[in-house]
């Protein structure tokens, strides 16, 4: 069964100091996968999107990096305007809904 | 460009009673998606549409959720009669297409007593 997985639950940081985001899955074939960040009573607000082992995709502190079994959100110099949700999900091919992860509520401290 | 739009953003309901709730997707959008959130659990898929086919409805849990697109516009989604683990955040969300991030709306948070 295809599986998405994201730690840790709950991330605290100070301002400025950097960290890494996980998400590791487990899909029958993987046509693409996403990273959202989520504020709460919002949607999920779309990040990045990556396709293939090896890719990578940056916006402004953050950096997605993908593997075959994993994808990685790089928050560097992090800001307490960068605290909230961060759900990666998983696009399988022939399907067309996405399998999203619990995600990962990050929180930076002034 | 207006984004999602869900309404309403609450709805509180007792056990039995029917609950509609409303997606307005991003004009020109041919692909409208709805998921929900039960408490603790992840976000999942309930019914994806392209224009007004259904395309995919693999996870609505049950019959008692209908999901209508008339005319390929707006979207609704009825509960009928609700249960109290219908409870949750259902989010609407429209796309261009595979390659496209989806849009999502604010949610509407339903809650059933």
């Known amino acids: 069964e295809d599986q998405v997985t994201q730690s840790p639950e709950a991330l605290r940081l100070q301002e400025g100091e950097s960290s890494s985001l996980n998400c590791s899955y487990t899909?029958?074939?993987?046509?693409?996968l996403f990273w959202y960040r989520q504020d709460p009573g919002k949607g999920p607000e779309f990040l990045f999107t990556?396709?293939?082992a090896g890719e990578e995709k940056e916006k402004e502190r953050l950096k997605a990096t993908l593997t075959k079994k994993e994808s990685f959100l790089h928050i560097t110099a992090p800001k307490p305007e960068d605290s909230a949700t961060y759900l990666c999900a998983v696009q399988v091919n022939n399907n067309n809904d996405m399998r999203f992860g619990a995600g990962t509520r990050l929180t930076v401290k002034p | 460009e207006a984004g999602v739009t869900q309404f309403p953003s609450h709805s509180v309901i007792e056990k039995g009673q029917t609950v509609t709730l409303r997606c307005d997707p991003i004009s020109g959008h041919d692909n409208l998606y709805w998921y929900r959130r039960v408490m603790g659990k992840e976000i999942k898929f309930l019914l994806h549409?392209?224009?007004?086919?259904?395309?995919?409805e693999s996870g609505m849990p049950n019959n008692r959720f209908l999901a209508e697109r008339t005319g390929g516009t707006y979207s609704t989604l009825k509960v009928q009669p609700a249960e109290l683990e219908d409870s949750g955040v259902y989010f609407c969300a429209s796309s261009q297409g595979v390659h496209y991030g989806y849009t999502f709306g604010s949610g509407t948070r339903l809650t059933v007593v």
């Open positions: 990556l396709y293939s």
């Open positions: 899909v029958s074939g993987l046509r693409g």
């Open positions: 549409f392209v224009k007004e086919s259904k395309q995919d």
